[in-house]
């Protein structure tokens, strides 16, 4: 069975910082894409960022320069680290992974995590 856990979400002023992590569990599983999505109240969810296995990373206009999106791939486990945080960044944070499992591609979704930013 494989899972994606995401953690680190919570309630900070604006202007402070956040990191979320998402860690894949279950045995003989590679983790391909990562990828962060958040949802607004009212909104669709959009794509936040991105990382390749190899680590190229993508970013939305909306956060480049504030977030940085990271990845360990020996403890399968990829990270969103938010600085600078707005009030419209206020969300559900959503992991997303392209998992490689017994030669087969499959696609994860975190539970999600609230992040609320105060102005």
């Known amino acids: 069975q494989v899972q994606l856990v995401e953690s680190g979400g919570g309630l900070v002023q604006a202007g402070g910082s956040l990191t979320l992590s998402c860690a894949a569990s279950?045995?003989?599983?590679?983790?391909?894409?990562i990828h962060w999505y958040r949802q607004a109240p009212g909104k669709q969810r959009e794509l936040v960022a991105a990382?390749?296995?190899?680590?190229?990373?993508n970013y939305a206009d909306s956060v480049k320069g504030r977030f940085t999106v990271s990845r360990d791939n020996a403890k399968n486990t990829g990270y969103l680290q938010m600085n600078r945080l707005k009030p419209e960044d206020t969300a559900v944070y959503y992991c997303?992974?392209?998992?490689?499992?017994?030669?087969?591609?499959?696609?994860?979704w975190g539970q999600g995590t609230q992040v609320t930013v105060s102005s």
């Open positions: 997303n992974a392209n998992i490689i499992r017994y030669g087969s591609t499959r696609g994860y």
């Open positions: 279950g045995s003989m599983l590679v983790i391909d894409d």
């Open positions: 990382i390749t296995r190899g680590g190229n990373t």
